[in-house]
């Protein structure tokens, strides 16, 4: 069974940066892709980023240039870099992976999730 841990979360003023940082354990694919999405009270979970284990990146629009989404493959870990806060970046993000079964992608794993408040 895969679980997510993720950390780095906080409070930050508008303009200024946070990493966050999720870890994979258990027995996961070598092929898959992992990634984060966001969620705020009231409004459906939204992808923010995701990379593949081979590199393949997608971002959401609304954090091109602002956000860097990275990996490292040896240990299974997911790291966003994010910059230039705004008010409307705060949320509930969460970590995700799914793996490749050689077919398609399987059901998502999520974790916990972490909040991030950026403050005006």
């Known amino acids: 069974q895969v679980q997510l841990a993720e950390s780095g979360g906080g409070l930050v003023q508008a303009g200024g940066s946070l990493r966050l940082s999720c870890a994979a354990s258990?027995?996961?694919?070598?092929?898959?892709?992992m990634g984060w999405y966001r969620q705020t009270p009231g409004k459906q979970r939204e992808l923010v980023a995701t990379?593949?284990?081979?590199?393949?990146?997608t971002y959401a629009d609304s954090v091109k240039g602002r956000f860097t989404i990275s990996r490292d493959n040896t240990n299974n870990t997911v790291y966003l870099q994010m910059s230039s806060l705004k008010p409307e970046d705060t949320a509930a993000y969460y970590c995700?992976?799914?793996?490749?079964?050689?077919?398609?992608?399987?059901?998502?794993?999520w974790g916990q999730g972490t909040q991030v408040i950026v403050s005006s």
């Open positions: 258990g027995s996961i694919f070598s092929i898959n892709v």
């Open positions: 995700n992976l799914r793996e490749f079964n050689g077919v398609s992608y399987g059901p998502a794993y």
């Open positions: 990379r593949t284990a081979r590199g393949t990146t």
